[in-house]
C-alpha cells in the first residue's frame, strides 16, 4: 500500500516554478490525447494494436482497419451525408422498434437521443467527418469502469487481443477449425466506436453513452462502420458476438443489434448472418477483461480519492481532481497495475523486482506533468 502511495506522490510532484507561460484553449479530447500520448502503457498498446493490424489476411480489411485505428481524420463513414434530418429519422426508427430507452419518446427525449447517438464531428456537413484526435487515445471504458481514462482504448483492445488469440490457439490445439483472421477483426473493430461516444468532457468524465437495443451504443455503431465500410461479413458476425452469444435468449439481442446498426449504415441485415460459429463465441470471450477492470478501477478509485489531497487535489472539485489526477495517474500507471499495488504490503519501493514493466513510468512522469500542468487549474494551488 504505501508503494501505491509513494507512486502517486512521485507522478504528481510538481514543482513551484517553470510553469507553462501560456494556456493552451483548447477541447478536453485534446489534453486528454497529451496525456495518453505521454504514456508508456498507451505506446505498448499502440503497437501492439498495430502489429494486430499488419497480421490480418484480409488484404482490403487490414487496409480499412489501419486507417481507422492508426490514421488521424480517418473518415467516419456512417456519418457521411447523414444530416440532422436523417439522424431524427434513424432515432424514431430506433424508437419505434421499441430499442432506444422510454424516456427518449419526448421530442425533447429523441433530440437528446440523437445528440448521444450522433456527436458533433469535424465536417460533420462535408465529405469527411472525422474525430480531432487519435482514435486509439480515447478512453476504453464509460466512467468509472475499467480502462476509463487516457489511451485505455488501446490498452483494451490490446487485452482483448491478446485473450482472444490465446483462445484461438487453445482451441486449435484441442482439433477445433477457427478463423483467427475474422477474431482479429472482429476484436479491433468492436470498440472502434467508443472514441465517438466516450468523448471527455468538461469537467473531466466521459460522456454519457446511450443505450441501444439493450446494450452500448458504441457496440452498435462500431457494427454500423463495419458494414458501411464494407468489411467482410463473417469479421462482422464475430464482432456482433462481443456483448453475448446468439444462444438462447440471447440469439434475439443479437439480431436486433444487427438490425439497429442496418438501419443506421442503410444496410440490409440480411447481409450479415450471425450464428454461434467457434468465432463469435472466442470474440464473446476475449471481451470479458472487465470482470477484472471493473473491479480494478473500483478499488483504485476510492484509493485516489484518499491519496489526492496530499498531492493537493480536493477530490470535491471534480473538474481539477479528475483532469490533473485520476485521469493522468491511470493513464500513466494503468488501473490494473495501481490495483495490484493496493494489494500489495510491501513497505518500499525497491521490492519491485526488476524487469517488471510496470518500473517504465518512473522515467515518464515528468511528461505527465508537462502535459497537465498546461492547463491553469491543474498547477498546485
Not at 494556456?23 to 498495430?50: G, N, W
Not at 485505428?69 to 451525408?81: A, F, M, N, S, T
Not at 469479421?235 to 446498426?261: F, K, L, S, Y
Not at 485520476?326 to 490495483?339: E, K, S, Y
Request: aromatic share 6%.
Amino acid at each position: 500500500m504505501r508503494r501505491f502511495a509513494f507512486l502517486l506522490a512521485m507522478l504528481f510532484s510538481f514543482p513551484a516554478h517553470g510553469q507553462a507561460d501560456a494556456e493552451a484553449q483548447v477541447s478536453p479530447d485534446t489534453v486528454m490525447a497529451q496525456v495518453a500520448e505521454a504514456s508508456p502503457l498507451f505506446q505498448r498498446a499502440r503497437r501492439t494494436v498495430a502489429k494486430a493490424i499488419d497480421k490480418l489476411e484480409d488484404a482490403d480489411g487490414r487496409r480499412l482497419t489501419r486507417a481507422a485505428l492508426l490514421l488521424q481524420g480517418d473518415c467516419v463513414r456512417h456519418r457521411i451525408g447523414l444530416d440532422r434530418n436523417a439522424q431524427r429519422q434513424i432515432v424514431a426508427t430506433l424508437a419505434e422498434r421499441g430499442w432506444l430507452d422510454s424516456k427518449y419518446s419526448t421530442e425533447a427525449g429523441r433530440e437528446e437521443a440523437r445528440r448521444l447517438l450522433f456527436p458533433p464531428l469535424v465536417g460533420e456537413d462535408g465529405a469527411c467527418p472525422h474525430l480531432t484526435t487519435p482514435e486509439l487515445a480515447a478512453a476504453g471504458g464509460n466512467s468509472g469502469s475499467h480502462h476509463s481514462w487516457p489511451g485505455g482504448l488501446a490498452e483494451h483492445i490490446a487485452t482483448n487481443l491478446a485473450s482472444g488469440m490465446a483462445l484461438v490457439r487453445a482451441y486449435r490445439s484441442e482439433g477445433a477449425e477457427v478463423d483467427g483472421d475474422s477474431v482479429a477483426g472482429a476484436i479491433l473493430w468492436h470498440d472502434w466506436a467508443k472514441a465517438l461516444v466516450l468523448r471527455w468532457q468538461a469537467d473531466g468524465d466521459t460522456a454519457l453513452e446511450l443505450r441501444v437495443a439493450g446494450t452500448g451504443a458504441h457496440h452498435i455503431l462500431g457494427l454500423a462502420e463495419a458494414m458501411k465500410r464494407g468489411l467482410p461479413a463473417r469479421w462482422i458476425a464475430a464482432q456482433a458476438c462481443a456483448h453475448a452469444a446468439p444462444d438462447g435468449e440471447d440469439a434475439t439481442r443479437v439480431a436486433n443489434w444487427i438490425e439497429a446498426a442496418a438501419v443506421i449504415a442503410g444496410e440490409e441485415p440480411a447481409r450479415f448472418p450471425v450464428s454461434t460459429t467457434p468465432e463469435c463465441l472466442i470474440s464473446h470471450m476475449s471481451d470479458q477483461n472487465w470482470v477484472f477492470g471493473d473491479v480494478a478501477v473500483a478499488t483504485v478509485e476510492a484509493r485516489l480519492v484518499e491519496l489526492a489531497p496530499q498531492a493537493g487535489f480536493d477530490p470535491l472539485d471534480k473538474t481539477r481532481y479528475r483532469f490533473c489526477y485520476r485521469n493522468a495517474a491511470l493513464a500513466q500507471v494503468g488501473g490494473d497495475a495501481l490495483f495490484t499495488l493496493t494489494q500489495s504490503n510491501a513497505d518500499s519501493l525497491g521490492s519491485m523486482p526488476h524487469g517488471n514493466s510496470n518500473h517504465r513510468f518512473w522515467s515518464m512522469n515528468p511528461r505527465v506533468a508537462d502535459v497537465v500542468r498546461t492547463l491553469a487549474f491543474c498547477r498546485r494551488k
